[in-house]
């Protein structure tokens, strides 16, 4: 059974920086994508962004390209959310997922509150 752990939101201004951690455990973490779903406050939830097992392929949302990086360390098991240039419209909960391929996410986290402030 695929757990995954959140870290690292907060409330932060805006134009400021924030670093989402997410710890996999209970099976091979070499073998999921992994990504990042976040929902607004009275909104869906959506895709921010993903990577694949190797970390060769990422995709993002198109709200968040050139601000927001993502990234993994296989040998710590962990996936990262770098956002940088935050936005009050990036206030959310946002959610680590996991799956065998990026159109397939069945695991996921409890979620990390992240506020950004005007």
């Known amino acids: 059974q695929v757990q995954l752990v959140e870290s690292g939101g907060g409330l932060v201004q805006a134009g400021g920086s924030l670093r989402l951690s997410c710890v996999l455990s209970g099976r091979t973490f070499s073998n999921y994508a992994m990504g990042w779903f976040r929902q607004p406050p009275g909104k869906e939830r959506g895709l921010v962004a993903a990577?694949?097992?190797?970390?060769?392929?990422?995709r993002y949302a198109d709200s968040v390209k050139g601000r927001f990086t993502i990234s993994r360390d296989n040998a710590k098991t962990t996936v990262y959310l770098q956002m940088n240039s935050l936005k009050p419209e990036d206030t959310a909960v946002y959610y680590c997922v996991a799956g065998p391929n990026w159109f397939n996410f069945g695991s996921w986290g409890q979620g990390t509150q992240v506020t950004v402030s005007s």
């Open positions: 990577i694949s097992w190797s970390g060769d392929s990422t």
